[in-house]
């Protein structure tokens, strides 16, 4: 079986939009990234994590609508068709990408993404359990937490997404850049006495100790309830739930129910490449 046979279509943007847009874009479609094109033609590609990292840390003072994606988009890694999944996944692993695109800058035929090696592995399943192949390590929070520290600490960290624990250290939820995103549009849409647009200010406002950042806490911006998974399931279970629940990744619980790491669609292309 070749990635041709398992790729999408991809969705592409026009190289002259912003980093609003591309939000817009990624919100409505509910997708994790966007070629960009010009000319009809793709120069580029941009993630859900090339956005979040950026517009969280950097410190211009331009505002969303007028920071062109040209600024963070990253080069296309094109492959040819023929390419088995066990090798776009190491291919993946080696270049520390989340997608491929098929084709050429004159054909692009689809882009081949984690989410297809998760389905992949689900219709061609082996033994291997969720144990083997969990990330141990991860990164939370509390759900009262005010704001600017969840982001300073996703930042730090260089993570999309984190774990919002409650005072007795039970999951309650997730924290993305997307659930981020959503309020940078929200907010950013309701203008001042002025007239002016605050979506500039609401986006510093995120690291910021003395505004939005900390009267807002991690309960209130987080996406209520986990997606989880036990230790010693099947990771083709893993690979159900992910698809299933539309996530990158699941909460492994240990047998105690306490958490004991996280399983994510880039440790199932791990255990493919195995």
């Known amino acids: 079986m070749s990635i041709n046979e398992l790729s999408n279509k991809p969705i592409t943007i026009l190289k002259n939009s912003t980093i609003s847009d591309v939000i817009k874009k990624l919100l409505e479609s509910k997708l994790s990234r966007l070629i960009v094109v010009e000319a009809n033609k793709p120069v580029g590609i941009i993630t859900e994590k090339d956005v979040g990292l950026f517009l969280f840390s950097e410190t211009s003072k331009q505002g969303l609508d007028d920071i062109p994606i040209s600024k963070i988009m990253k080069p296309i890694l094109f492959v040819e068709e023929d390419l088995s999944p066990k090798e776009s996944a190491n291919l993946m692993i080696e270049k520390g990408v989340s997608s491929l695109t098929i084709g050429s800058e004159d054909n692009v035929k689809g882009i081949f993404t984690k989410t297809d090696l998760v389905n992949f592995y689900l219709e061609n399943p082996s033994d291997k359990k969720v144990v083997d192949y969990m990330t141990h390590d991860y990164v939370y929070t509390h759900s009262a937490a005010p704001l600017f520290k969840v982001v300073k600490k996703m930042l730090e960290n260089k993570v999309s997404r984190i774990i919002v624990k409650n005072q007795n ?83 492994v619980l240990d047998g105690n129910g306490s958490i004991a790491g996280i399983i994510s669609k880039t440790d199932i292309t791990r255990a493919i490449v195995n």
């Open 169 to 251: 250290e039970e999951p309650i939820g997730i924290i993305s850049f997307r659930d981020l995103f959503r309020i940078s549009i929200e907010l950013g849409s309701e203008e001042d006495d002025s007239g002016f647009t605050i979506s500039d200010q609401i986006r510093k406002g995120f690291l910021s100790e003395e505004g939005f950042g900390n009267i807002s806490l991690a309960r209130e911006v987080m996406t209520k309830g986990i997606v989880s998974i036990k230790f010693n399931e099947d990771l083709s279970n893993a690979c159900n739930l992910i698809l299933e629940n539309n996530v990158s990744g699941l909460v």
